[in-house]
């Protein structure tokens, strides 16, 4: 008997992953790109997780190549990693690697708000108060996380720093793990992000180097400790020993 021919629950229980339901069409590519995603951030396919090809195109009832094309895309992201030996398989979230995350855009913010601040131009911003408004009335958490991303690389491309751009949008694309866990354990947190996204473009349409600098940095490390606090808890109150200590 194939497995077309079970009954769902019985096909359910022979995968490594969970029923993720059928992908509509988009492009294949891009559907199956931001269901993973979701899944990933929202925890539905926690870390460590295998993610073999065939499992999920069954699951997701689409062929492999757009489920190969997907996995490429969220290994660039940071959000599925690749070994010869596991394969494809979920990243998972560390505190180390959340300190060093930070800690860089802690580092890079002063100058990306620098630059961004005398070339932004009013239709940026006006996309980022728009991404800023669908934020605010957003139902769906993973949603807003995904809207967040999409709001700072506003601010990122307005650097006219390639390298600069580059790097902030690769610790982004990290941290939308870790945005992801800060919404979820603390309910607050996303009235206070979107309150910080209305004050950063109030200050970017000001032309306040200082004040943007200092809210967008403030925005970082709410992020940070909060979801430090989510990981520390996880790991039973104790907190990660970073590596080589």
Known sequence: MSSSSLPKSVVNKTLGVPALGPSPIRTAYTTVTDRLRKAIISGEL????????????????????????????????????????HGATVHGTSRAELEDIYELRSVLIPLAVREGINNITAEELDIAEELARRMESEADPIAWVELNREFHKVFYVASQRPKVYELLVTLADLSSLYVGLSISGDAERRARGDDDHAEIIRTYRAGDVKAATEITLVHNLDTLEVARAMLDEASGGRPERAAGT
């Open 46 to 85: 926690p870390g460590g997780t295998r993610l073999v090809q065939t499992e999920l195109a069954q699951s997701l009832s689409v062929s492999v190549t757009p489920v190969r094309e997907a996995l490429r895309n969220l290994m660039s992201e940071g959000l599925v990693d690749y070994s010869p030996f």
